[in-house]
RNA sequence: GCCGGGAUGGCGGAAUUGGUAGACGCAAGGGACUUAAAAUCCCUCGCUCUGUAUGGAGCAUGCCGGUUCAAGUCCGGCUCCCGGCACCA
C-alpha cells in the first residue's frame, strides 16, 4: 500500500488546528524564544524563496517546541504597498479587497506546507487597528523632532510616481520596479535616522549573531568617517570656504580647491565676471550629465573660476575650480585638493596642469635622501619632480612629512593629530564626524499606504492629528486612475478642521514609506490585540528581542537598518527597554533554477503548490533542507525532489514492517550484538542531529544522518528483536518530524501513540553507548594510506603498533627499511615513518 | 578600485582542534520482478594505468610554492566566480 500524502497531510493540518497545538502561552515556566521570518508582501502567490523561508523556520520551530521551549512563531501580512495599488487601477478593484484576498490564498498555502504558526496573533500591517499606531508612533516622532518636512533634492521614480528613501535606490534604480530614479526637489516627510548614526553604528559590534556580510554591509551604509573642518578664507572676499577632510596632514599641500556644480556659492562667485557664462554653461553640463551617466565612471572634468582661496595654514594663493568628481551631498561640498597624495586630485591635476606639492614621502625615501628638500613648492608640475621620482599616482600611503613648517620630520600619522590640534588652536577649522547615511525618507505620493496624520492650518502650520483622533482612515471616494495620488483628489480626505483652532484646513496627502509598517511588526506580534498602545511594555520586555530571524539578504541595510533605528527610537519613548530587535539573524540563499533565479522573466519557476500536490508538504520540505545548507543557494531539481519522495515512501513502509516483525523476529534477542549496535547507531544519530540543527542550521547533514540510520535499520531488519525495532522506528520519526511532520504524526499514532508527536519530548543520548570495543585504525606508511586494522580500544600505543606492524599490507612497505618514527593519534591513525 | 564570500566527482553537497577526501542524495550503467511500463529491490560508480589472485600502482579538493610524519583544512603568491559599496574628500 503505498503512502497517501494528500489524506494524511490534510487530516493533520485539521488535527493541529483544531486541538491549537501552536497556541503561544502566555505564562510558562519554560525558557522564551522568539522565532520570526520575514513577513511576506501579500502578493497572492507563494514562491519557492518563500517557501525555503518558512520551511527552515517551522523545522526550527518544531525542533525547538519539542525541546521544551515557550516559543512565540507568528506570522502576518506587510499589506501596504504598490501592487495592490496597481490592481486597482488595472482590474478596477479596491486595493483592501485585493489584498484580502491575497492574503487569503497565501494563508492557505502556509497551511498546505503545515507551517505551525500561532495564528491568532497574525498581523495584518494594512488594517486600521495596525496603522492607527504607526500613524500615532509618527505624532511622537514629530514631537521629539524625529520625523521633520524639509524641501530636499529627492529620488522620484518616474513609473511609480512617487519618491523612494536613498536605501531604496539600487544602482540609481528604483529597488521595486527597477526604472532610473530621477532628482526631484519636493517638500518631504523624513525620519531622522542620522540622530541615531553613531549608535547604529556602534552597536553593530553587539550583533554577533549577524551575519558578517550584514553587519559590513550597515557599518559601510552608515559609513562614519572622522576629519576636520576647515575654513579658507577667499581672496578679496570677507567669504570663507567651509571644507571637509579626513588628511588633515596633508593640508600644507593643498594646490587648488574644487566646488560641487551644485554648491550655491560657486554662482555668487563668478556673478558678474568673465567667467560667468562659462562656468554655467559647465554647470548645467554636468548636472545633466550626472543623471544620465550615475553609474559609469566619468573622466574628470572641471573648470577654473577665476577666483582663489587662501590656505590658511600657508598663506598660499590657491585657484577655485568646480568640478564633476565632487558630491554635494557629502560633506560640505567642496572640498581642498591635494594632488600628491589623493588619487583624483592627481589625475584632475594633471589633466589641467595644476602644480602637484608633496607633503608626504614615503619612509624609505625620507631616509635615503639628503637633507630634507624644501624647493617643492607651486611652481613644480606634474610630471617634473624635483628629485626625478617619477610621479604617475598620488601617494596616498602614510609616511614622513615635508614641506609643512613645523610638522616636517614627524610621522604623518602623527601629524593628522598635530595638526588637527594646531587648526584649532589657530581657530580656522574643527574636527568633525561625517557619516553617508541620510535621514529616510518616509513620503510617499500614494494611496495605499499609511496616510501621515498631519493637518496643514493656514494659522497654526503642521498640525499632528491628536491621539483621539486617530487613526486617520484611508478614505473610499477614491479613483484609481493611475495619476496622481488618489488622496489628493478626495474631498472627504483632505477637507478638515484645525485640531488646535478649528479653522478649515488641508490634510497631508503623502502615505508612508512601507518599511516604516515592517519597522516595528515584530513588537505588535507580542501583543496583537492591544488598543491603547501600540504594545505593552510588559508583553515585549516578555518576548524581545526576536531569538531567531530568518529571511533574504535583500534586507540587509532596508528592512534591518530601519527596524533597528526604530527600536532605539521607541526606547526613548519609553515604549521598550532594549537596544537592539534581532539578537540571532540567518539569512537564507536565493532558490536557484538552471543557475537563474525562479522569475517569470526567465520562465524557470517551480511552483508552490505544485509540488505540494504532486508530492506532498513533507517531500517538498524534506528537498528544500536536504539540497543545500540554508545560508548556501539552492539549486532546484527536480530528481532531487523525487529522491526525498522515494524517502518518505521507504519510511512509511519500513514503519508499516512493525506489526509484521512482532511476530517474525520473536527469537531475536534484545540484548544481542547486532541489538547493541543499533542501539549505538540510534545514540549517535541523535546527538548528530541535534547538534546540526542547532548549532548551525545544517539541516542537510542532519537529514543524511537518519538516512543513514533508515538504511542500516533497514538492513538489519530481520535480525533485530522486535523491542529493538520499534525503539529504533520510534527515535527515526521523532528526530524526522521536525522536518516532515505530517507523515510523523500518522507513524506515531501507527506505533500506538495516543498523543501529538509534537508534545514528545525531544530524544536525548548516551555517551556511554556511543563507546566502541572496537575500531578501525588507518595505517600509513610515511603519510600514505596503506591498510586499516581493526584493534580493540583497549589496547596500548606499543601494541596496536605491533599490530599494525604484523599486518599482511603494511609489512611489505616497511620489510628491510628502518623505521624512524611512529605518530600514532589515539584511536584514529597510525603513521610509521621508513627512511632508506 | 575597495570590502565580503566562494571554488571538492557527471550534479547537489559531506568531511571534529590538520588525521582514512567524496558521507547522504541525484544522475548514469548492469541485473531481478513484470506481457510491458511505472514503481520497487540488488550490484557498480572520482580519474588514469595495470591486470584478473575480483587485486595492485599512481594521480586527485581552482593554480603555483611553503610548513608538517600528515594539508580540502594552516602560511605566502596568483586565477576565476558570486555578492555589496563605489568619485564619501
Redesign the pocket.
Known sequence: MSYDFKTVEKKWQKYWEYKKLFKTEEKSDKKKFYLLEMFPYPSGKLHMGHARNYVIGDTLSRFFRMNGYNLLYPMGYDAFGLPAENAAIKNKINPEKWTDECINTMMEQQKKLGLSYDWDRMVVTAKPDYYKWNQWIFTKFFDKGLAYKKKAPTNFCPKDQTVLANEQV??GKCWRCQTTVEVKELEQWFYKITEYAEELLNDIEKLTGWP??VR??QR??I?K?E?LSVNFPIKDSGKKIEI????PDTLYGVTFMTF?AEHPLVLELVNNTEKEKEVKDFINKIVIQKRITRLE??E?EGIFTGKYAINPLTGDEIPIYVG????ME??T?A?MCVPAH?Q?DFEFAKKYNIPIKEVIQPQSIAQSSTPMNTGRDLSQRADTPSDGRPLSSAYVEEGIMLNSQQFNGINSKEAIIKISDYVEEKKIGKRVV?Y?LRDWLISRQRYWGTPIPIIYCEKCGAVPVPENELPVLLPNDVEFTGEGNPLSKSASFINCKCPKCNSESRRETDTMDTFVDSSWYFERYCDPKQDKFPFSKEKVSYWMPVDQYIGG?EHAVLHLLYSRFYTKALRDLKLLDYNEPFNNLLCQGMVVKDGFKMSKSKGNVVSVDEMIDLYGADTARLFILF???PE??L?W?D??V??CF??I??VWNMAQNIKQCKIQNAECKIDGEINKDIERLRNFTIKKVTIDIQKEF?F??AI?SI??FY?ELISKQSSLSHESFKICIETLVILLSPFAPHICEEIWQLLDHSNSIISEKWPTWCEEKLKQNEI?I?V?V????RG?IDVNIGLSEQEIIGFAKSNE?IKKYILDKKIIKT?Y?PL??L?I?VGG
Open positions: 539600487i544602482d558578517e556580510r559590513i554591509m559601510n551604509w559609513g568617517s576629519g571637509f577632510t579626513t588628511r560641487a565612471e566619468k574628470k564633476n568628481f565632487v558630491l557629502y560633506g561640498g572640498i589623493d583624483r561625517h553617508k539578504i539540497a543545500s545548507p548556501r543557494d539549486e531539481s530528481e532531487g523525487h529522491g522515494r524517502f515512501n521507504k545544517h542537510n547533514t543524511a538516512m543513514e538504511n578501525t588507518a600509513q610515511n603519510g600514505k594510506l586499516q599490507k605518530i593519534v584514529k591513525i603513521n615513518v
